[in-house]
């Protein structure tokens, strides 16, 4: 695998949704959608001990390019939520 020269760190809050629907989203569309991007090498995500409806996740991407490139794929199309 190559070595990441680019990282991405997003932190959520979704107490206003569904739990169990956001999670079935970011685990079933999301992450799938990130490893089809060539460029995004690895995801993490650790949920929080004291609100679990609280995450940070980490992307170890191949360049901070892939992020626009991946924005520029996407003109004209829905936007996508990283």
């Known amino acids: 695998m190559a ?6 760190i997003a932190a959520m809050d979704f107490s206003n949704v569904a739990a169990d629907e956001f999670n079935d989203w970011y685990d079933t569309e999301h992450i799938p959608e990130r490893q089809r991007v060539p460029g995004f090498l690895t995801l993490q995500r650790w949920i929080g001990a004291d ?3 609280q995450s940070v996740a980490t992307y170890d991407l191949d360049s901070l390019s892939v992020l ?3 924005a520029g794929d996407r003109q004209g199309r829905a936007p996508l939520a990283l």
Do not use: T
């Open 51 to 53: 609100n679990p409806r």
């Open 3 to 8: 070595m990441a020269k680019g990282a991405l």
């Open 68 to 70: 626009l490139v991946e």
